[in-house]
Protein backbone atom coordinates (compact mmCIF):
# COMPACT_ATOMS: atom_id res chain seq x y z
CA UNK A 1 0.00 0.00 0.00
CA UNK A 2 1.12 3.48 -1.10
CA UNK A 3 0.98 6.20 1.62
CA UNK A 4 0.43 9.93 0.55
CA UNK A 5 1.73 12.98 2.75
CA UNK A 6 0.12 16.35 1.44
CA UNK A 7 1.84 19.94 1.80
CA UNK A 8 1.12 23.17 -0.06
CA UNK A 9 -2.71 23.96 1.14
CA UNK A 10 -2.95 27.42 2.59
CA UNK A 11 -4.86 30.74 2.17
CA UNK A 12 -4.46 32.86 -0.94
CA UNK A 13 -6.55 35.32 -2.78
CA UNK A 14 -8.89 35.04 -5.70
CA UNK A 15 -6.29 35.58 -8.74
CA UNK A 16 -3.68 34.11 -7.15
CA UNK A 17 -1.89 30.83 -7.50
CA UNK A 18 -0.65 28.02 -4.98
CA UNK A 19 0.93 24.94 -5.65
CA UNK A 20 0.03 21.28 -3.78
CA UNK A 21 2.38 18.68 -3.45
CA UNK A 22 1.92 14.88 -2.93
CA UNK A 23 4.78 12.64 -1.90
CA UNK A 24 4.09 8.80 -2.15
CA UNK A 25 6.42 6.46 0.09
CA UNK A 26 7.15 4.63 -3.06
CA UNK A 27 8.10 4.69 -6.80
CA UNK A 28 5.44 6.77 -8.82
CA UNK A 29 6.55 5.10 -11.93
CA UNK A 30 4.60 1.81 -11.84
CA UNK A 31 1.09 3.56 -10.47
CA UNK A 32 -1.60 3.31 -13.23
CA UNK A 33 -2.92 6.87 -12.28
CA UNK A 34 -2.36 9.39 -9.67
CA UNK A 35 -4.43 12.78 -9.11
CA UNK A 36 -6.74 15.39 -6.73
CA UNK A 37 -9.99 15.39 -5.36
CA UNK A 38 -11.73 18.27 -3.37
CA UNK A 39 -14.50 19.02 -0.86
CA UNK A 40 -16.02 21.92 -0.42
CA UNK A 41 -18.15 23.27 2.42
CA UNK A 42 -21.78 21.15 2.43
CA UNK A 43 -20.62 19.56 -1.00
CA UNK A 44 -19.33 15.88 -1.66
CA UNK A 45 -15.98 15.19 -2.76
CA UNK A 46 -15.43 15.52 -6.73
CA UNK A 47 -12.92 15.10 -9.01
CA UNK A 48 -9.63 18.00 -9.95
CA UNK A 49 -7.30 16.34 -11.99
CA UNK A 50 -5.89 13.24 -13.44
CA UNK A 51 -2.36 12.14 -14.09
CA UNK A 52 -2.15 8.73 -15.99
CA UNK A 53 0.61 6.07 -15.92
CA UNK A 54 1.72 7.45 -19.22
CA UNK A 55 1.51 10.36 -18.58
CA UNK A 56 -1.60 11.99 -20.07
CA UNK A 57 -3.87 14.15 -18.04
CA UNK A 58 -7.93 15.04 -17.08
CA UNK A 59 -9.15 17.59 -15.71
CA UNK A 60 -12.77 18.50 -14.14
CA UNK A 61 -14.39 21.34 -15.96
CA UNK A 62 -14.61 24.25 -13.22
CA UNK A 63 -10.42 23.95 -13.24
CA UNK A 64 -9.49 23.42 -17.06
CA UNK A 65 -7.24 25.84 -18.21
CA UNK A 66 -6.35 27.10 -14.46
CA UNK A 67 -4.90 24.26 -13.12
CA UNK A 68 -1.81 21.80 -14.43
CA UNK A 69 -1.13 18.52 -12.99
CA UNK A 70 2.19 17.03 -13.00
CA UNK A 71 4.78 14.43 -11.33
CA UNK A 72 8.56 13.62 -10.76
CA UNK A 73 8.95 10.45 -10.65
CA UNK A 74 12.95 11.10 -8.94
CA UNK A 75 11.21 12.87 -6.24
CA UNK A 76 8.36 10.57 -6.04
CA UNK A 77 6.34 13.30 -6.04
CA UNK A 78 3.20 15.13 -8.14
CA UNK A 79 2.19 18.63 -8.09
CA UNK A 80 -1.07 20.12 -9.16
CA UNK A 81 -0.71 23.39 -9.88
CA UNK A 82 -3.45 26.12 -9.49
CA UNK A 83 -3.82 29.06 -11.25
CA UNK A 84 -6.00 32.19 -10.94
CA UNK A 85 -7.86 30.64 -8.37
CA UNK A 86 -11.72 31.46 -7.42
CA UNK A 87 -13.65 31.63 -4.31
CA UNK A 88 -15.68 28.58 -5.50
CA UNK A 89 -12.21 26.69 -5.38
CA UNK A 90 -12.04 26.36 -1.65
CA UNK A 91 -12.23 23.04 -0.08
CA UNK A 92 -9.89 20.67 1.17
CA UNK A 93 -7.80 18.76 -1.57
CA UNK A 94 -6.86 15.15 -1.30
CA UNK A 95 -4.27 13.47 -3.46
CA UNK A 96 -5.16 9.99 -4.74
CA UNK A 97 -3.25 7.12 -6.31
CA UNK A 98 -4.76 4.17 -8.10
CA UNK A 99 -2.03 1.24 -7.38
CA UNK A 100 -3.77 -1.72 -9.15
CA UNK A 101 -5.83 -0.65 -11.99
CA UNK A 102 -9.12 -0.16 -10.51
CA UNK A 103 -9.35 3.71 -11.02
CA UNK A 104 -8.66 6.71 -9.29
CA UNK A 105 -10.68 7.14 -6.05
CA UNK A 106 -11.74 3.49 -6.21
CA UNK A 107 -11.93 1.57 -3.18
CA UNK A 108 -8.43 0.08 -3.16
CA UNK A 109 -7.18 3.25 -4.00
CA UNK A 110 -4.42 5.64 -1.36
CA UNK A 111 -5.60 8.45 -0.16
CA UNK A 112 -3.54 11.77 1.51
CA UNK A 113 -4.25 13.35 4.51
CA UNK A 114 -5.84 16.32 2.75
CA UNK A 115 -5.20 19.87 2.69
CA UNK A 116 -7.23 23.47 3.12
CA UNK A 117 -7.04 25.49 0.29
CA UNK A 118 -8.68 28.58 0.93
CA UNK A 119 -9.80 31.18 -1.50
CA UNK A 120 -10.60 34.55 0.23
CA UNK A 121 -10.15 38.27 0.84
Known amino acids: QVQLVESGGGLVQPGGSLSLSCVAS????????MGWYRQGPGKGREFVALISKAGTSNFADPVKGRFTISRDIAKNTMYLQMNNLKIEDTAVYYC???????????????WGQGNQVTVSW
Open 26 to 33: RSISSIYA
Open 96 to 110: NADPDGCGLGSATSS
